[in-house]
């Protein structure tokens, strides 16, 4: 299935370093998931960056455990202005991970 997991942060504090930033997931458009995130805010919310995924929920998965250390509230992360640069570079690590795990016959692919 694919899908894409995305990075979103409030637009007042997009400035800063140490943003809290959204990791999340979907199977649909970036564009109308952040538009459903967006009722339940009251900040507008912007897409900093985003991955197309052959497993999108296994890559949030991973994503959030190699995030933990910079865990916020549910899925939010205080990540670094760096961390945020290099979030494609670890995206694609993770998915090479994620292809090569779907080759072992003894992974269950349902995930």
Do not use: A
Not at 18 to 43: A, F, H, M
Not at 45 to 52: C, E, G, P, Q
Not at 91 to 102: A, G, P, T, V, W
Request: hydrophobic content about 35%.
């Amino acid at each position: 299935m694919l899908g894409y997991v995305y990075l979103v942060v409030e637009w007042d504090k997009i400035e800063k370093d140490n943003n809290p930033v959204k990791i999340g997931v979907t199977t649909g458009s970036i564009e109308k998931r952040i538009k459903k995130l967006q009722t339940g805010n009251s900040s507008e919310l912007y897409v900093l960056k985003y991955f197309k995924s052959i497993k999108p929920f296994t890559l949030e998965k991973m994503l959030h455990l190699h995030y933990f250390k910079y865990k916020g509230i549910g899925e939010w992360f205080n990540l670094t202005d760096e961390e945020v640069m290099k979030f494609e570079n670890i995206c694609k690590e993770k998915e090479e991970i994620i292809k090569i795990l779907k080759e072992n016959e003894y992974y269950d692919t349902r995930f």
